[in-house]
């Protein structure tokens, strides 16, 4: 029986094992754990979901694996099969897309006689639906490789396969194609750039998954999504002043403490999430030939990590309170800063805050990540002399927005209608965020 690299999230395409709990020659018992894998985006546990002997490891602690890969061997319910380590780690896969996984990250099983699949998490063909391997030509494919071949025009009858027991995964999927696609432009090449310092001392860091991943996705939301940027003023004195009222009256425990504290950030989340339920035509991503508008408010916060940023999604915004969005995010950030969000807890949203604030940065504006179509971003408070309803001079706390927006999706007056409904929740925060 052979344990497969597992699919941790639908941008996940490899993944490097950082420990092994058991070792060659242990007995396993199911639900016992086997190796613990990080990716670019988390990190976990994985559990043998069959007993057995582990009778061969593939792929050692700290290399890295494409996703379907075999990482070891367990051997049947009887005697111990003699240890090898020997690593056979395929090479990395090069696409970053890969197919929508199930909640779930046991291993799969294959077992040599006839292949029998444990768990549909590992995109596989269940009386529920299917998950994965589908036969095309007489050869398995991974949804992913179906959908590139169906976006690239690629007949996969024609394709031979690279992947486990020649399954055709989605590095075998050749470029080009009937249908025409966004190529990204390549820059100067590693040892090209290397070759201009080479008398400059320096370090070379190597990137890791989140960072290559960072990297990828960026550059092609840059150059295949056609970006244009509104930016407004906003004050934030009645906002400002509602915090206060409502940090104010919350309880304290026996250590003088209160029980929770809101910040500025909870109130833009759900500001924006009743921005885009008063605009809905922008509550919406891009789906290459449709759009799909949302009936709720799923906002992606980005959190800063160590070595990236990850955005996890508070889901139904709009219908939660300031209280339980403070304590999700809380919870959200802790646990993405620990590389321990699942997959659905990152995936998906309607649209994107990213708040640096805190920071001191007066505005900037922000990738849109895709398929999301609009991005906001949020500068810090500032004390800035404004003109007054009576045509005095007073000052006033202000806070810079700009909204990031996919011109296929969001046209320049919706852009505008829904960073103004944005303006208006903030300035009048009773009105919407209580």
Partial sequence: MEILM???????AEGKITKWFKQAGDRIKPGENLFEIETDKVSMEVPSTSAGTLSEIRVKAGEVAPVGAV?????????????????????????????????SAAPRIAQKSAPVTLDPFFEVRTPEGNFGPA???????????????????????????SGPHGRIVARDV??????????IAAGPSSAEIKALYANIPHEEVPL??????????????????????????????ALLKLRE?????????????????????????????????????????FAEDKILRFKQSDIAVAVAVDGGLITPVIRNAEAKTVRAISEEMRDLAARAKAR???????????????????????????????????????????????????????????????LSCDHRVVDGALGAELLGAFKNFIENPVTALV
């Fill in 6 to 12: 597992p699919q941790l999230g639908e941008t996940v």
């Fill in 71 to 103: 990482v070891a061997v367990i051997s049947g319910s009887g005697s111990a099969a003699a240890p090898s380590t020997k690593s056979s780690a395929p090479a990395s896969a090069s696409a970053k897309i890969p197919p929508v996984a199930p909640p």
């Fill in 174 to 183: 050749p470029s080009g194609g009937s249908r025409t696609t966004s190529a």
């Fill in 245 to 285: 009222d409502a940090n104010a009256s919350v309880p304290r425990g026996k250590d003088g403490n209160p029980a929770f504290k809101l910040s500025i950030n909870d109130f833009i989340i759900k500001a924006w999430a009743w921005a885009l339920q008063s605009v809905p035509a922008a509550n919406a991503v």
């Fill in 135 to 161: 036969t095309v030509g007489g050869r398995q494919t991974t949804p992913l490789a179906r959908r590139l071949a169906q976006q690239t025009g690629i007949d996969l009858s024609r394709v031979q396969g």
């Fill in 208 to 237: 890791d998954g989140m960072r290559k991943t960072i990297a990828t996705r960026l550059v092609q939301a840059k150059q295949t999504i056609p970006h244009f940027y509104l930016s407004m003023d906003i004050n934030v004195d």
């Fill in 340 to 402: 321990k969000l699942k997959p659905a807890e990152y995936q998906g949203g309607a649209s994107s805050i990213s708040n640096l604030g805190m920071y001191g940065v007066k505005e900037f504006a922000a990738i849109i990540n895709p398929p999301h179509a609009t991005i906001l971003a949020i500068g810090a408070t500032r004390r800035q002399a404004t003109e007054l309803a009576g045509g005095g001079i007073g000052f006033a706390n202000m806070m810079t927005a700009t």
